[in-house]
């Protein structure tokens, strides 16, 4: 028997449970998340969740770690450059876009909602996000490009740990906000509110407007933003 680590191998029954996981948040949000339902999506029995998972909240852990490995690739294969700023707005782009793509399996990652609630789990060992593996392993592009910032000199000297966490609080303070249509007043919320967001961010600690406005504006020209 395997244990019920809740990793996910490709093609195996673990990772099928996860998919079917996913499919189910985007198709009909986390209400219909239940070990029947999950299950008889890939023509499995109930009990079939509980030998992988143990239980619907291990399955979900599952499931949030997935999209922060999502996350982790889709942050590796953005180029780094030589423009610490830009980069940080292109990962700000990446989550955004990540978000609306599927705004139910974001509201699980950041401890959003539940299964069936809007309020996050109260157990450590159910509610990981920030102590797993595959947050971290996404959020250290984020604290490494905070270290060339302060590296080039974009940055006054500080902790890239504590930049991090504060751009990391920021990005998604706004993605939240977005989702929920409280920016339905503008036209385009990124140029809008996003960008001009970013750039004070990084004038607040030590960048040059000037600058801070090309490497932002330099991220939108190239990216596709929807």
Same mark, same amino acid.
């Given at each position: 028997?395997?244990?019920?680590?809740?990793? &996910?191998? *490709?093609? !195996?029954?673990?990772?099928?449970? @996860?998919?079917?996981?996913? $499919?189910?948040? =985007? +198709?009909?949000?986390? /209400?219909?998340?239940?070990?029947?339902?999950? &299950?008889? *999506?890939? !023509?499995?029995?109930?009990?079939? @969740?509980?030998?992988?998972? $143990?239980?619907? =909240? +291990?399955?979900?852990? /599952?499931?949030?770690?997935?999209?922060?490995?999502?996350?982790?690739?889709?942050?590796?294969?953005?180029? @780094?450059?030589?423009?610490?700023?830009?980069?940080?707005?292109?990962?700000?782009?990446?989550?955004?876009?990540?978000?609306?793509?599927?705004?139910?399996?974001?509201?699980?990652?950041?401890?959003?909602?539940?299964?069936?609630?809007?309020?996050?789990?109260?157990?450590?060992?159910?509610?990981?996000?920030?102590?797993?593996?595959?947050?971290?392993?996404?959020?250290?592009?984020?604290?490494?490009?905070?270290?060339?910032?302060?590296?080039?000199?974009?940055?006054?000297?500080?902790?890239?740990?504590?930049?991090?966490?504060?751009?990391?609080?920021?990005?998604?303070?706004?993605?939240?906000?977005?989702?929920?249509?409280?920016?339905?007043?503008?036209?385009?919320?990124?140029?809008?509110?996003?960008?001009?967001?970013?750039?004070?961010?990084?004038?607040?600690?030590?960048?040059?407007?000037?600058?801070?406005?090309?490497?932002?504006?330099?991220?939108?020209?190239?990216?596709?933003?929807?």
């Amino acid at each position: 028997m395997e244990a019920r680590s809740g990793g &996910a191998t *490709a093609g !195996g029954v673990p990772e099928r449970l @996860v998919q079917a996981t996913i $499919g189910l948040l =985007a +198709e009909q949000g986390p /209400a219909a998340i239940k070990a029947r339902s999950v &299950a008889s *999506a890939i !023509g499995l029995t109930t009990s079939t @969740v509980y030998h992988h998972f $143990g239980g619907i =909240a +291990e399955l979900v852990a /599952a499931v949030a770690d997935h999209g922060f490995r999502e996350l982790d690739r889709a942050f590796a294969e953005l180029p @780094v450059t030589d423009d610490p700023v830009a980069d940080l707005f292109a990962m700000a782009l990446t989550c955004r876009r990540g978000a609306r793509e599927n705004p139910h399996l974001y509201d699980l990652m950041f401890g959003l909602s539940t299964r069936s609630t809007y309020r996050p789990l109260a157990e450590p060992e159910t509610r990981r996000s920030g102590r797993s593996a595959a947050f971290r392993g996404a959020h250290r592009h984020v604290t490494r490009a905070c270290a060339r910032l302060v590296g080039t000199g974009r940055a006054d000297a500080q902790d890239p740990e504590v930049i991090a966490a504060q751009l990391w609080s920021f990005v998604h303070g706004y993605v939240m906000l977005e989702l929920a249509e409280h920016f339905a007043e503008f036209a385009d919320p990124v140029t809008e509110v996003l960008l001009p967001l970013g750039v004070n961010f990084a004038v607040a600690l030590g960048d040059t407007r000037e600058r801070a406005e090309a490497s932002h504006r330099a991220v939108l020209q190239r990216a596709v933003v929807s």
